[in-house]
């Protein structure tokens, strides 16, 4: 099936750890995107890949980190630099020359 | 991008017609209207999107008055599983060689559809 997908769905770190949260996409995408949502707010943009080896900031990039070595996978890393990481992380990709976004079902990140 | 402006919330009997509103006074000329919703825990889904026309779907119709400055989301007959936050974005649509940036969502409008 073609499609986005997140991994793991749920996950639990101890404060002050790095983790990594995975997103791969079979859709031939060239764009890919992080967004972060907090209970009962919007989704806000933390980082953004439009082609392979490049990315861009978002609006709320500090304490995060991506790589975009391939076009199928556009890996987040939570670095213990974010100050408030719980949250729900969703995953988008869209084509080229178009705005439509299609999104993962979301890891939900608790930090304890 | 334009800010849009949507009812916090909205209820809608099961087997009736949703109409979501959704504001957008600033909108400019080359900006399009877009729909997505997200039903709880999930990512969002994308529904439709519309420039000047109205436009249709499997899932829904958009309906964009006029001078633009203004729309309104039709789910023809609403089931349970249609609850779900909604959310009107407009943005440029995107052109070969320009930027592509984020979608900017707001708070959306919960729709709860009752049995």
């Known amino acids: 099936d073609g499609g986005i997908t997140q991994s793991p769905k749920y996950l639990f770190r101890k404060e002050g750890q790095n983790v990594t949260l995975s997103c791969e996409q079979n859709l031939n995408h060239d764009a890919m995107y992080w967004y972060r949502q907090d209970p009962g707010q919007g989704l806000r943009l933390i980082y953004y890949s439009q082609i392979v080896n490049d990315f861009q900031k978002g609006d709320i990039a500090e304490g995060y980190s991506v790589s975009r070595e391939k076009k199928e996978s556009f890996p987040l890393t939570v670095t213990s630099a974010q100050k408030n990481p719980t949250a729900f992380y969703l995953c988008?990709?869209?084509?080229?020359?178009?705005?439509?976004?299609?999104f993962g079902p979301g890891t939900r990140l608790t930090v304890l | 991008d334009a800010k849009t402006t949507q009812p916090t919330s909205m209820d809608c009997a099961e087997g009736r017609a949703a109409n979501l509103p959704c504001n957008h006074s600033t909108i400019s000329g080359n900006e399009y209207v877009y729909w997505y919703r997200q039903i709880h825990s999930q990512g969002p889904q994308y529904i439709i999107h519309g420039l000047k026309n109205n436009e249709t779907n499997e899932m829904a119709s958009l309906i964009i008055t006029e001078d633009r400055k203004s729309s309104t989301l039709i789910l023809p007959h609403a089931t349970l599983r249609d609850t779900a936050v909604y959310y009107c974005?407009?943005?440029?649509?995107?052109?070969?060689?320009?930027?592509?940036?984020?979608?900017?969502f707001g708070k959306g409008t919960k729709l709860s559809v009752k049995p």
């Open positions: 974005i407009v943005r440029v649509e995107v052109n070969y060689g320009g930027s592509q940036g984020n979608l900017i």
């Open positions: 988008a990709s869209g084509g080229r020359h178009t705005d439509t976004q299609y």
